[in-house]
Nanobody, 115 residues
Framework: QVQLVESGGGLVQPGGSLRLSCAAS????????MGWYRQAPGKQREFVAS???????VYADSVKGRFTISRDNAKNTVYVQMNSLRSEDTAVYYC?????????WGQGTQVTVSS
């Protein structure tokens, strides 16, 4: 089992920045992939960004150049730095951990971009 705890969400004005963190604990083995997804009201959950245990990253087109994903393997923690935030970035952001057998999800953290 893997447990994920997210933090760092909140309210920010358009153009502002936020940094989300997600700490993983439990049965963590490499290789693995950690990532972020988001779900806006009335929409399906969508991929935001991911990073492998070796550091390879993938981004959704909608966040390229604005979001940066990183991880600290010693702390089993993944981060996403979100800059130039837009109203359409408003959503619940979920952390994910993909091991060899299944995907685990965090409880989600709300990000609201509004003036």
């Amino acid at each position: 089992q893997v447990q994920l705890v997210e933090s760092g969400g909140g309210l920010v004005q358009p153009g502002g920045s936020l940094r989300l963190s997600c700490a993983a604990s439990g049965s963590i083995f490499s290789p693995n992939v950690m990532g972020w997804y988001r779900q806006a009201p009335g929409k399906q959950r969508e991929f935001v960004a991911s990073i492998t245990s070796s550091g390879s990253t993938v981004y959704a087109d909608s966040v390229k150049g604005r979001f940066t994903i990183s991880r600290d393997n010693a702390k089993n923690t993944v981060y996403v730095q979100m800059n130039s935030l837009r109203s359409e970035d408003t959503a619940v952001y979920y952390c994910s951990f993909r091991g060899s057998t299944r995907v685990y999800w965090g409880q989600g953290t709300q990000v609201t971009v509004s003036s």
